[in-house]
């Protein structure tokens, strides 16, 4: 139980146009969402935390207007980068969390994005 | 905010010595410490967590201690063995407040 998928796994697209990355929890409802980015041979930054049905909350130093994030149900959010740069390239990774043993957060593999 | 300070940044050890990792974290309402494994290019997995109201954890192999006055707490791996290899990360939270804290992460190696 407590799976959580991430697509794509991987991503190229070139210098200014979007993509959309996918986080689904798989077998149980997640109140909670998390966004993190990963820089090479560096820690897990998070980004912004979403709930349901609501806005999602970023940390600070993340444009909200460049990494719109969307969780429309209890089993799915979106990361969509916009514009992206070859500086936005990263491994970004969600978590999700609801209904087990409180505070634990179950990972996605992960989506590496290269911008060109 | 909280800050989680983890050292050392790598560590190299044989096969079958002991391996501990230590982390510091600034925030005495944190009360939930989670410990997590990363292969590269790959997620994030849970090895052991510890809660506020215990001071000592052991699954098999690993273990976590923690020592809310000094506000620290760290991973203790014995027997390693070389798939012990990863990335491993500490953090922290409260449980009012979801988000997790890391630490800059510890590589360790494993040598046969």
Known sequence: ???????????ICKSG???KIECRSLDF??????WYRQFPKQSL??????NEGSKATYEQGVEKDKFLINHASLTLSTLTVTSAHPEDSSFYICSAMGGFSYNEQFFGPGTRLTVL | GENVEQHPSTLSVQEG???????TYSDSASNYFPWY???LGKRPQLIIDIRSNVGEKKDQRIAVTLNKTAKHFSLHITETQPEDS??????ASKVWDSTLTFGKGT????SP
Request: hydrophobic letters at 50%.
């Open chain 1, 1 to 11: 139980g407590a799976v959580v998928s991430q697509h794509p796994s991987w991503v």
């Open chain 1, 17 to 19: 146009t979007s993509v």
């Open chain 1, 29 to 34: 409802q997640a109140t909670t969402m998390f």
């Open chain 1, 45 to 50: 930054m998070l980004m912004a935390t979403s």
């Open chain 2, 17 to 23: 010595d002991s391996a501990v990792i230590k982390c």
């Open chain 2, 37 to 39: 494994k990363q292969e």
């Open chain 2, 86 to 91: 990863a990335v491993y990360f500490c953090a």
């Open chain 2, 107 to 110: 590589m360790l190696l494993v």
